[in-house]
């Protein structure tokens, strides 16, 4: 006699009903789990090259706009701040910007004024040190914290760290390196953009 019972007719339709619905519902889990592990169009975004229009800055003038979740600056100097930079060598830890110079500062950037244009510095606003965002601080002379003979640059409050107008780092201070100088070109005299090799096309 045989042990096998027939399936009843009802209950097979029922279990099949049931796994195709178990199938779904973990086809459709493991879609949107997948999805999650795309980067979305912001985190895309991030990343894309940001243009700057730089039409009308005046000397002393800074503007900044987000560049992959960073603040970075373009600052236009006067040319009595560019004439003073060659002179500030001596206080600096990094004068020729040569500690690795290929992470921090591009090779058409490695100059005295750190830029492509001598009046417009591009820098990433990140202190080396903590990765606080220093404070603008162009007016020249004595301030507090600051030095008596200050040419005008930059000042991270959180544990006083001073760059000078070319994002040079002052020596002996917690920042070990210079601002960072992004990869940047100009599509004309009056924009940049941010994210794009001056040597690339």
């Known amino acids: 006699m045989s042990t096998n019972q027939p399936v009843d007719k009802e209950r097979r339709v029922w279990m099949i009903a049931c796994g195709a619905a178990g199938g779904v519902a973990a086809a459709a889990t493991g879609v949107a789990f997948v999805s999650t592990l795309a980067p979305s169009e ?38 009595k701040a560019l004439a003073e930079l060659p002179a500030l060598d001596g206080q600096l830890a990094d004068p020729k910007s040569e500690r690795d110079p290929d992470a921090l500062t ?57 760059f000078d107008m070319a994002g040079r780092v ?15 070109k100009y599509l004309s005299d009056t924009k940049l953009i941010i994210g794009v090799d001056e040597n690339n096309a």
Request: proline letters at 14%; a neutral charge; charged letters at 25%.
């Open 170 to 184: 002052y020596a002996n201070k917690p920042a070990p390196d210079n601002l960072e100088v992004p990869p940047h």
């Open 42 to 79: 912001r985190a895309k975004a991030a990343g894309a090259p940001v243009e700057i229009d730089i039409a009308g800055m005046e000397p002393g003038e800074m503007r900044t706009v987000e560049w992959r979740g960073k603040p970075v600056w373009v600052v236009r100097r006067d040319e």
């Open 106 to 162: 591009p090779a058409y950037a490695r100059n005295t004024h750190r830029s492509i244009k001598p009046e417009y510095l591009v820098a990433v606003g990140i202190c080396s040190h903590l990765g606080c965002s220093p404070s603008a601080r162009f007016e020249p002379g004595p301030q507090p914290s600051l030095p008596n003979d200050w040419k005008g640059g930059f000042l991270c409050p959180c544990h006083g760290s001073i």
